[in-house]
């Protein structure tokens, strides 16, 4: 009987050292693991798509994702991703202890200058969104009905455009036949008509537009610095 007690004892006290064990372990659990904030970037050209536009003071861990046809980076909070390739994704860890609102950006030359930049808001309310623009949509370039139709072929290189015709008489409708001859994305955009899209090496795209009435009109690429690099001209309609 007396070894039976004895052993009694023993059990008793083993139970209550894994208790108290296990006790600790679950008292500790809590603060085991940081809370982590996971945001999702979408660059392309020339903005960022953040899949919130507020976080928490902590630890967030950015998922940016190069949905764009050229090389992107994010950075934020003197932290940035190395440049991404089309397609191609990296991950970015930034603590912020402060509240505030850090800015975002590109560092790629000339793209925070053509819209790849906000703010993320840390701790705070974020700003609300400005309103759209109340602006009132024109005719400007749409086809006439009934006119003639010519087309312009347009080759886009580094750094020039082709045009197959530099003018077109009033009253005529214009298809441009636009071909990246290239090695770099291009678009062919001519202001205040109409913007092509920007297109990989070996792409093309074709657009009709009509021009009722004389006028200039400036062409450009929009990649960054292609235009300055000697990427424009003049289109005439001639009366």
């Known amino acids: 009987m007396r070894r039976a007690g004895v052993f009694a004892l023993v059990l008793a006290g083993l139970a209550g050292l894994i208790l108290g064990l296990s006790g600790e372990r679950g008292a500790a659990s809590p603060n085991s693991s940081e809370a982590v904030t996971r945001v999702t970037v979408k660059a392309t050209e020339f903005k960022f798509t953040l899949s919130r536009r507020s976080v928490p003071t902590g630890t967030v861990i950015f998922t940016v994702v190069n949905k764009g046809k050229i090389a992107h980076n994010f950075k934020i909070g003197n932290k940035r991703t190395r440049v991404i390739a089309p397609r191609k ?38 700003r609300p969104s400005p309103p759209p623009p109340t602006t009132t949509t024109t005719a400007v370039g749409a086809p006439i009905p009934g006119a003639p139709t010519t087309t312009i072929n347009v080759s886009m290189t580094e750094f020039h455009f082709t045009l197959s015709s530099e003018s077109v008489k009033a009253g005529t409708n214009v298809t441009f036949a636009i071909t990246n001859a290239g090695h770099t994305v291009h678009n062919f955009d001519l202001v205040t008509v109409h913007a092509g899209k920007i297109i990989d090496p070996g792409q093309s795209e074709s657009w009709t537009v009509g021009f009722p009435t004389a006028r200039s009109f400036t062409y450009v690429c929009d990649v960054p610095y292609h235009a300055q690099s000697g990427m424009e001209g003049t289109f005439t309609v001639t009366p």
């Open 89 to 126: 994704s990296a991950t970015l860890r930034v603590t912020f202890k402060k509240k505030a609102r850090y800015l975002y950006l590109c560092t790629i030359p000339g793209h925070a200058a053509a819209g790849m930049k906000g703010f993320l808001s840390v701790g705070v309310k974020p």
